[in-house]
């Protein structure tokens, strides 16, 4: 074994003393090379480059390929003219035209097409295989479908944009969860891209109907779309609606103007019925524009002559109905409701009989009840009976405005020169439509509307038992579902 030397520097400048050791160097056996032998002729170096490459080709073909050969599928997006189109293929539903992409098995396909419901037209298609890279990207064929106009087509939009219109007009108030579809400019676009001729009245009932800064704002929508358009839209009723909704919606306009007096209005009573001739009337109050409040706005009619009963139609007057026409017996509920006729509320807490001559006003019963009561009785009297309108009603109102309000189902009224419980006692039903703005619009003109376009409230005047007499006024306007059933809801009868 050899010494391991220890040499000793001495730092001139440093007195510390370094030591410096040193290693003996290791010497190791020898060994023999590994070699690796040729595989089927190959170099190992060569084999593990295929192998490297195979295993490249295998990950592409799982990756890439082997999806596109399992799912024998293809992706369609369609193009069409028009919006609020539904797609069925084999007669079943698969989407909407909104721009959706659909994977669907490659095959022909027959594409139908209908618009709110109308039928609009087929295409025939086949669906391609799509192999590589379906999981990273999908290419995508366009099936292209122009619809053309049919008088259902016309028919089915318009109605489904009315009736839309008028149930969405309910939310007067929007969250970022909860938005306001675009029914005025779908409507506006269908009209445009199917060409109908005219759409000023349907535009015009539609507009009676915003309640809300966001319907106002996809309201101004639809006039950009068909201002280009060939449509019909405008017309003096509509544009005098818009510059009153400008005003509103930029709050240049606060309340209306002051109603007209109106001048004393007397009854003749004769066989139960209180007669008024024909006058002009000032129904409402100064109020805002804005709605809610427009519900009570001024507006002037004439109204021709007519008679209004003198009390509200009574449980024995409605026994005697029901017994006559058994379809509404409280009986048959059941098959009521299913026929959209009245809610499950239909004469509840109420005994019918034509032997007793219960005197209280008949409730819980609903507005087509009610066309059913005067139908039958104007068949038994040969009289035209009807259920009086908001004018004639608020006239008969107007003859007993001297009478206190009725804060019972039993009130008596010994006054015998006007109608009796006009004010309190039940909610009233006329047949006039709820429309909300209809104060501020063509009201006569929206009436008119509501005979040609669906509609589901009607108005309800003179409060309730329940109501107090400082809330509730001659003014006041409420409404009800035509097929809803109320304890506080009641009708009298008018002959024209």
Known sequence: MKKVHHCMFVDKVSPLVHYVHMRKKVELPEVEPVKLHPVFGLRPGLIILISLLLGALLLFFVICVMPGLISSSGWIRFNLNTVNTAIYSDGKYIGSSEGSVYRLPSGDYTFDFFIDG???????????????????????????????NTTEIEKAVTETFTSDVAAWSEVIDYSDDYHFPPLFSSFATNAEALGFADVKDALYYGALHITSKAMYDDYLSALSILSTSSTEYLSKQLEDLSAVLE????????????????????????????SYEEMTITMGEETSLSYPESNTAPITLSVDSFAIASHPVSEYEFALFTEAVPYWKKSNKAQLIEDGMVDDNYLEGISLSSSVMSGRPIRNISYYAAKAYCAWLSEATGKNIVLPSEVE??????????????????????????????????????ETPYIPLMRIGDYSKAVELSGVYPYDDIIVKGGSYINTEESISRESVGCVDKSATSPYVGFRVAIR
Not at 120 to 137: E, I, N
């Open 118 to 148: 109308a039928p609009a037209g087929s295409v025939d298609y086949h669906v391609k295989k799509r192999v590589f890279f379906t999981l990273f990207a999908h290419r995508t064929d366009e099936v292209s479908f122009q619809a053309e």
């Open 393 to 430: 009603w608020y006239t008969a109102a107007l003859s007993a405005s001297s009478k206190s309000y009725a804060k019972s189902l039993v009130a008596v009224d010994n006054d015998p020169t006007s109608p009796s419980f006009m004010m309190g006692q039940l909610w009233e039903m006329t």
């Open 247 to 274: 005003a509103i919606y930029s709050e240049n306009v606060s309340s209306s103007s002051a109603p007209a007096e109106n001048a004393s209005v007397k009854a003749k009573l004769s066989d139960g019925f209180y």
